[in-house]
């Protein structure tokens, strides 16, 4: 069913961001005594640092602050899993966006102008520059430059592998992506007259932030807020915290606001990427198409810090074991290691979407040397909905993958193109299929909660800890909750992610809209039971015979106290329901393996090749998305469309390279994100079997779109030049190379 | 090559412009860009800085009714010049249109590209209205977003584009 | 253009540039010389250069749309003069430019986006090798140059050449160009404004083929290349290639998939010019 566009939501700020009236975290600019930040950053991939003076910095002209490692008040260490980077660097420098030092200032000139003037000595050491002789090098930290490594097994594959009739073997690289949301880095950091702060920075984890903020500066985690701040765009970038420590420690020092916003330039160097990979896979088959063995040796480079590496580590392996086939035995393994290249972490796809370009692209080689149709040969493998997931897991789908794959089969886009478009184009069309997890798995602590209650002005008040980077959650809550009450959009309000109000975990691992769903499942009916008991005291009307509405609360279809009555006559205090669930897992599993909560994808492209020049164009996405009940259908497609687009830069132009862990491009002239003319047109349709009483209607869809573009966009290309890529970004002189070769062959 | 990076700062000079309708006079050095004085004294927030090298169109306003990226005008080009941005085009028709075409398909998620995109439209709109041949998709071929796939703003185009031929 | 980087000086902040705003040309060229200032016109090019690098000239020298010559399309006997600081989207919105360089107008999309098309200068694009330069120097474009001892024209190849560091580009000269046959292409690395690997411009005068591309290994007349296919018309196309190949590799032109890529590029736009259909 193809999900059309709808009319968009009014309300929630859309048009108040059109308009230029809503302000994201770096529109602070006018807060009263407001400094500016800025920051200074190693010139070296690698060094050690012998000496940082600030000296001639702190006589500069319109400077309140210069701080230093030693400045740090509390632990000059952040990160998510492991606590490895330091917020000032003491004695050693491992990226070339290593922070050294900061300044305060009242002008942002004036404060570039000081950073300018600080001293520093380095002393360089060798760059640790390829993930594959990383572990051969001097450790950047500990013992070892290996952070982690894991391995999945199931059967005895090198049996299976000995009874396999085809065998393929390839090496499959994916780029170091940029997440290059608009909006870079930054927001405001403001000292309370308590000795605590506030914070205003575009984030994605409030409550998380805080704790780590808390034992940077030495306060108690009372002390430090993190208020809701509109973001412009975050995908997985502002997981991790970026500037909020340095401004923080500059706003306790000055007791004044702080600015830090990070340029474009800055944000390229300093900001974290995806992890690239390189991964060999080796897969084999019986002569029916039958998929017996698999075996998957992969590297990622997570840079000078861990971040969430080892997390992407675990999501790239759990893929990586084709969790939509049926696979007789595998031995997937991976190897996450530290270089000097920058830092890698979260980013939308979290390592699921490269081990998935690999997995898809072996099943097409499989299908051509057995010359047959690539969609059967699917069809042979894929799981049904019954069975347990690849790692042996209770799964929980909201389709039948077969399904997926026939309504993939069914798409228009196999008709050929026009003929007309054949002289200079070579047009042709391929398919991919991708499936995601929701939640953050393997029985890591997995919960969040929200509240709702009724404002002073009797405003129904929903409160989650999520953070709004644009991704249309407030409108997903919104739909919810006028489901659930019976009321409309604007007697409600949302507020999501102020660290003062309910914890609701990271917004990330697309868990929002799941935990959302569950805990407005369990809240929404014993708030209305509690405002109803209170209508009904009001009125003196039986509670049972009231019900919510729009506006208010009526009697036989009549409204009898509208919320705003309700709020002035009544009690607010106990119209407050919290509530806090797990994410939910399998039951019975004592040790949770991979993910219960399971959505698909199937993605078929159409691309044009110019022979000329080797350079591809897509001209369509259709894809078809099993992935639960759409709460917001324009949210839904926007995700879907926003996903796909940025999955398609990853497979055409985006690339951050690095020589001796120098990154060669600094900003969007020289990075290549798709503009509205490199983006196709796209279809998105839904498959939906979910039953209205399952547990689990609802799927967290914020990854799903980026799942299996890459590899139906190299399916594509295969169908029209009968080249295969396995190196991304699709490199068109290869392409060149590759079609040139072929002529001379005819010819 | 040497470079001094303690320079003096250049004489500050006014820059009089009108902005959204109010003639405004600021001391600012005369390569300041036109972006900066918007944030700084005009006190406004629409136009931002996305890349600051004019390739990412966030802080796209209208300057003598044209579309420009307001990070690469410089401030000694905009005496008798006339700045708009949405913050002042609320009454204005085009505006209007393009800000419920936007609102209706979704072509906004996080929004911080939006009020660029906006402008770029009213211009687009503008020309067409003048009589020149417009393709509204061209229009905003400069303006970068990451959030949509531009999924809905090309839906908004063609709503744009079905009401611009009614009238 | 301006003065040598080497006789520059640059500072590390926007607040300390100087912007000198002379009354004429000659003015300008003199305060160049004196302050060793750079030009500026619409800053579309220098300006993302000098924040890439967080270094400005200390002095730059404003250069004036309304100053005679320096603006604006006109068409005579000498075929059609275009003033320096006419805009890219002026260009493509000219009457004139439709019938004297009919694929000018779409080509320019490509060159940048919009915003930068009302700000950026024809003039400014030519000077550092934009795209713009490929199909002028095919078109044997002559410029209009101020220098100290004033106004002089020459080959735009010849100025490149010998160009000093006060040289101000009032405008060019392109030759009656009307009912000539002309293609353009550019390779960059996406469908919309990206920087150039490769930008070519094939012409046909109604004599003989023309030839030139501009990019990553440079501005460059295919005058070998031109020959051949001039003086062996009746020879397949293809057979060119080994001719361009190595006119390319001898001008610096050293990757060799963007090569591969000109060599089908040129025979693509030689069919359009209908030396093949």
Known sequence: MELKAQPGMAGTGVLQRIGGRLGYATDQQHIPGLLHGAILRSRYAHARLLRVDTTRARSMPGVRAVVTAQDVPGVNRFGIVVRDQPVLCENRVRYEGDAIAAVAADSPEQARAALEVIDVDYAPLPVVADADTAEQMSPLHGESNLVARDTFTRGDSEAAFARCAVIVEHHYQTPRQMHAFMETE?????????????????????????????????????????????????????????????????????????????????????????????????????????????????????????????AVLENFLDHATAPLYRIEAYSVSGRLVYTNNGVS??????????????????????????????????????????EPGSRGQPVRWTAPPTDVLAAAAASPLWVPAGAAARRRWLTGTGMAMGAQGNGLGDGLPDSGGGRVSLTAEGRILLEFGFADYGQNLAEAITCLVCEGLGCTASDIDVVLGDSRGPDSGPTSASRSSVLVHGVLANTLPRWKDLVRGQAASLTNLPPEELDCGPGGLFHNSRQILSYQELAEKGQLAP????????????????????????????????????????????????????????????????????????????????????????????????????????????????????????????????????????????????????????????????????????????? | MTRNTQPEPCTPETATFELNGDVISHWVSPATTLLDILRDAGRII???????????????????????????????????????????????????????????????????????????????????RCGEAVDLEEAVAGNLCRCTGYGGLKRAVDALKETSSET | MSAPISELNFVSARRAVRVLRPDSPSQAVSLARQCRASYTAGGTWLQ??????????????????????????????????????????????????????????????????????ALGTVGGNLIVGGDLSALAMALDVRVDVVGHAGVRTLPLSQWLRERTSEDLLRGFTIPDCRGWRMSLEKLGYRERFSPTRATLACVHDGYRLRLAVCGEGGLLRLAATEAFLNGWAALAPDDFGAVLDCELVDHGWQDTHVRMALRRMTTGLLSEVALGT
């Open chain 1, 186 to 310: 930054g927001g405001v950091a403001i000292p309370d007259n308590n000795g605590g702060v506030v914070f205003r920075v575009g984030c994605q984890s409030g409550h998380r932030d805080a704790e780590q903020l808390a034992d940077i500066l030495g306060l108690k985690s009372t002390q430090v807020t993190v208020e809701a701040t509109p973001t412009g765009g975050a995908f997985g970038g502002k997981d991790e915290m970026t500037i909020q420590p340095v401004a923080g420690i500059l706003a306790l020092q000055t007791g004044l606001p702080v600015l830090v916003h990070l340029d474009r330039f800055e944000s390229c160097r300093a900001g974290i990427k995806r992890h690239p990979v390189s991964v060999v896979m080796t897969t084999g088959c019986d002569s029916q198409g039958r998929i017996l063995a698999h075996r998957v040796d992969a590297l990622l480079d997570t840079g000078a810090y861990a971040s969430l590496g080892p």
């Open chain 3, 48 to 117: 993302p250069a000098y924040e890439r690098d967080q270094c400005w000239p200390e002095n730059l020298v404003a250069l004036n749309a309304s100053w005679p010559g320096f603006w604006g399309l006109e068409d005579g006997s000498n075929g059609l003069t275009v003033g320096a600081m006419t805009s890219l989207a002026e260009m493509a919105r000219h009457p004139l430019v439709r019938d004297y360089l009919p694929p000018l107008a779409k080509f320019l999309n490509l060159v940048a986006g919009p915003g930068v098309r």
């Open chain 2, 46 to 128: 629409s136009a931002r800085a996305g890349c600051r090298i004019g390739r990412c169109g966030a802080c796209t306003v209208l300057l003598n009714g044209q579309a420009v990226p307001g990070c690469l005008v410089m401030a000694w080009q905009l005496s008798d010049c006339r700045v708009e941005t949405v913050e002042g085009l609320t009454e204005d028709p085009d505006f209007i249109r393009v800000k419920e075409a936007l609102a209706t398909e979704s072509a906004l998620q996080c929004g911080y590209c939006t009020p660029g995109i906006a402008v770029s439209l009213v211009s687009g709109l503008r020309q067409h």
């Open chain 1, 345 to 386: 972490g979260a980013f939308r796809g979290f390592g699921g979407n490269q081990a998935t370009f690999a997995v898809e692209s072996q099943l097409d080689a499989l299908a051509e040397k057995l010359t047959m149709c690539p969609l059967e040969f699917r069809r042979i493998n894929l799981r049904t909905a019954d």
């Open chain 1, 575 to 747: 119209m407050v329901v919290d509530a806090s669930q797990a994410f939910p897992v399998a039951p019975d599993q004592d040790q949770p393996v991979g993910r219960y909560l399971q959505l698909q994808i199937a993605t078929v492209a159409r691309v044009a090749v110019d022979r000329l020049t080797g350079r591809v164009r897509v001209t369509d996405l259709h894809h078809i998305t099993a992935a639960g009940r759409v709460i917001y259908p324009p949210g839904y497609l926007g995700q879907i469309e926003g996903a796909a687009i940025m999955g398609l830069g990853m497979t055409l132009t985006e690339d951050m390279p690095t020589r001796e862990g120098r990154y060669l491009a600094d900003n969007l002239d020289q990075y290549m994100i798709p503009t509205i003319h490199d983006a196709p047109d796209q279809r998105v349709d839904v498959l939906d079997n979910t039953p209205k009483t399952d547990s689990f209607p609802v799927r967290g869809i914020g990854e799903l779109g980026i799942e299996a573009v890459a590899p139906a966009i190299c399916s594509a290309i295969e169908a029209a030049t009968s080249i295969r890529v396995q190196r991304l970004p699709v490199d068109p002189g290869y392409l060149l190379s590759a079609l040139c070769a072929q002529e001379k062959k005819r010819s």
